[in-house]
Nanobody
């Protein structure tokens, strides 16, 4: 049982910034990969950024240079700093943790999501 709770969403004008935070109820080092996904209105949920416990980071092309993912293994948090926000960034943002559990099964854990709205 793992709980992930997102915070930091809100409404901002284009060009503004927001910082999302995900708090995990267990040691995040037990999760191989932490990530942020987003689901715009009427679209599917897709990966935005991810960070492994070894520190490797990956971003979707549309946010490179604008978003930064980070993790604090002491606080068990994963943050997403979002700068130069665009209306196309409007979505519900979800925190995700993935890991192999016993039996060799890849398991994903999800937060409830936090709304980000960017106006032009």
């Amino acid at each position: 049982q793992v709980q992930l709770v997102e915070s930091g969403g809100g409404s901002v004008q284009a060009g503004g910034s927001l910082r999302l935070s995900c708090t995990v109820s267990r040691n995040i080092l037990s999760l191989n990969t932490m990530a942020w996904y987003r689901q715009p209105p009427g679209k599917q949920r897709r990966l935005v950024a991810e960070i492994t416990k070894t520190g490797y980071k990956n971003y979707v092309d549309s946010v490179k240079g604008r978003f930064t993912i980070s993790r604090d293994n002491t606080k068990n948090t994963v943050d997403l700093q979002m700068n130069s926000l665009k209306p196309e960034d409007t979505a519900v943002y979800y925190c995700n943790g993935g890991t192999l559990e016993n039996g060799g099964i890849w398991t994903n854990y999800w937060g409830q999501g936090t709304q980000v709205t960017v106006s032009s």
